[in-house]
């Protein structure tokens, strides 16, 4: 249990305002425009096609950041829902 | 030859002209040779800033559209006598100079002066382009607020797409009751989300509004917290190495040291 909570005390304002910063200026950094992620969004569809049947419209991808705290890194993160997967020829 | 520094901000408000006022007359205080220039065409206020105001004849634009000769533009200080002001146009706005014809500028001045301290209009626009054109090195101002640090971040982008890769912070206006109760940004904050080198640290001080006020930088002041950081800032840009007082904990800060000195126990 959250001690900080338990007396209903909220965690310090600059403490929102780094965790906020932090991650908006992963956005503003890699300048990613919607446009960029629709483009990334439609090569990935058509790689993943060849293995799996996959459900475009629930396709999400998303920029932000990964890792440790204090160590984060941007990450682009994608979640791909597969209806079934292909069979694949074995080389 | 001459080392020019422009001071920017992406954010306006937080203190570029008033960071340029107190670094060029510091620097003229140690006995170099210093010019200012005021970029920001349309909304000039370093002339103010240095109680000069009352002084001008000819401005920048004049001397890019070859109205006068560079010389008959610059203004004298009245307290350093090698120290120099070049105003620039309230009536025009920023596109009446190209940043050619700055970096031109900018050049010949260094011939002559020690110093070039330029202040930058607030955005990323022409003006800022103006601004940055003949730079050696950059001072980006922020202030301890999200808005001001993610406009600095892209200033910080911008700076380093142009390959001016020397480019420090300044933090102004920090509240140390605030940042010692968790309501502020502290200086490892914003060092750490925007990771470049800090130059200084100037504490909120009232002093500033009252030096304002008089047209003479907060630096002249003896007694003032902020006139303290400007000299400190003033010497680390001479390439002095000049340790941060960390004014969060009273205790240990400088003048809380002197006074333990004098009334031990
Ligand atoms: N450390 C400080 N303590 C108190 N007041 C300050 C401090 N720094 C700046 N100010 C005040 O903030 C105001 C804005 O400062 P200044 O004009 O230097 O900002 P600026 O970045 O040049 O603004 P602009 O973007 O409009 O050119 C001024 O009224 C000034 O007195
Ligand atoms: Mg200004």
Redesign the interface.
């Known amino acids: 249990m959250d001690l900080l909570k338990m007396f209903g005390k909220e965690p ?4 929102i ?2 965790e ?3 991650l ?2 992963i956005h ?2 890699a300048n990613v425009s919607p446009q960029f992620l629709e483009l990334v969004k439609g090569d990935i569809i058509k790689i993943i096609s060849d293995y799996a049947e996959i459900d475009e419209k629930g396709l999400e991808i998303k920029f932000t950041k990964s890792g440790e705290k204090g160590c984060e890194v941007p990450a682009l993160v994608a979640n791909i829902p597969i209806k079934k997967m292909k069979e694949i020829s074995k080389y | 030859m001459g080392i020019s520094i422009v001071v920017t901000s992406g954010k306006g408000g937080v203190g570029k002209t008033t960071t340029t006022a107190n670094i060029s007359t510091g620097l003229a205080m140690l006995g170099k040779k210093v010019v200012a220039i005021d970029a920001d065409t349309g909304l000039r206020n370093l002339d103010l800033h240095l109680g000069l105001e009352n002084r001008i004849v000819y401005n920048l634009v004049d001397v890019v559209e070859g109205v006068c000769r560079l010389k008959q533009a610059l203004i004298k200080d009245k307290r350093y006598e090698n120290l120099y002001l070049l105003p620039t146009a309230q009536t025009r706005d920023k596109t009446a100079v190209k940043p050619e014809q700055m970096e031109k500028l900018v050049n010949e001045l260094k011939e002559e002066f020690d110093y070039i301290v330029i202040d930058c209009p607030a955005g990323i626009e022409h003006g800022f382009e103006n601004a940055v054109a003949g730079a050696d090195m950059a001072v980006v101002v922020t202030t301890p607020e ?1 808005s001001a ?2 406009d600095a ?2 200033i910080i ?1 911008k700076l380093e797409a142009k390959g001016l890769d020397n480019h420090q912070l300044i933090i102004n206006r920090i509240k140390y009751e605030m ?1 010692k ?6 200086i490892d ?1 914003m060092t ?2 925007l990771a470049i080198k800090l130059l200084g640290i100037v504490p909120e001080d009232e002093k500033i509004v009252i030096s304002t006020n008089r047209g003479e930088p907060v630096i002249t002041d003896e007694g003032a917290k902020a006139g303290q950081a400007y000299k400190n800032i003033v010497r680390r840009i001479t390439g002095e190495e000049v340790p941060f007082i960390d004014f969060e904990d009273e205790n240990t800060g400088f003048f809380s040291a002197l006074k333990k000195f004098f009334f031990k126990k």
Do not use: Q
């Not at chain 2, 109760?181 to 502290?186: D, F, I």
């Open positions: 310090p304002s600059k403490d305002a780094k906020r910063l932090k908006i200026l503003d950094r | 999200v640090v993610r971040d892209r982008g940042t109760k968790g309501e502020m940004l502290n904050d750490d989300i």
